[in-house]
């Protein structure tokens, strides 16, 4: 989308040209990273803005986050777009199918129920989603080197495991290890690639059925290179 258009719009609904052009520079800043596509960013900043004015700036640190979970800040935005209009309804099911499962919840000082449902007003959800990225960041990962971007995607596909209740969490360590002693190559492609290597990474995190693959995948590595844990 042009420029300009985007422009239009967020002064349409930011109600002003100077607070448009605050969020078109945080647009700018998130996209020069090479994390995500500015498409993608442009319409997460849309979608927030249009729920709540200052919403985007608001919860920008969250966007990014929750963007680097789930591999789209347009995705992350509409869940946090609901969180900002007070909703929590089938909030719990989407975390989890995002890869943020119960026991992070809770580990985050939420109230999770057995089913997943989690009894937090809004609000308690949001600052509990800060407290826990504050921690430990997937975007910052994501936007360092090859091997930074390898620890994100063992982050965010472990997560994903663990809240899909699949018993792999085990099995996804001896993997990224296995895969780990071959970073010269992995380097070496991004490399060739020009950097692509690394959006080819991100990009297989959002194939949720890799989890379960990842059994075989580890009797395929051990016999492929013989590596013995």
Partial sequence: MADEVVMARLEAMTGSLEAARSVMEDIDRIGATGVFPKGDIEQAAMILERAM?????????????????????????????????????RIGMQLRQAGIGPNKLKAAGLNVTEGG??????????????????????????????????????????????????????????????????????????????GAFGAIVLSL????GIVKALPLILTGLKAMFSIQK
């Fill in 53 to 89: 004015p200052g919403s985007f700036q608001k919860n920008l640190d969250l966007v990014k986050e929750l963007g680097a979970q789930m591999q789209s800040v347009s995705a992350a935005a509409e869940l946090i777009a609901r969180l900002e209009s007070g909703s929590t309804a």
């Fill in 117 to 194: 449902d989690i009894k937090n007003t809004a609000p308690e959800i949001i600052a509990a989603l800060d407290r826990m990225y504050a921690k430990s960041s997937i975007f910052n990962k994501m936007m360092g080197t090859v091997n930074a971007k390898w620890e994100a995607m063992k982050d965010v596909v472990g997560e994903l495991a663990e809240s899909l209740g699949y018993p792999l969490l085990a099995p996804l360590g001896a993997v990224f290890d296995i895969l780990g002693k071959i970073g010269g190559l992995l380097k070496g492609l991004n490399d060739l690639s020009g």
């Fill in 205 to 208: 995190v959002a194939f949720n």
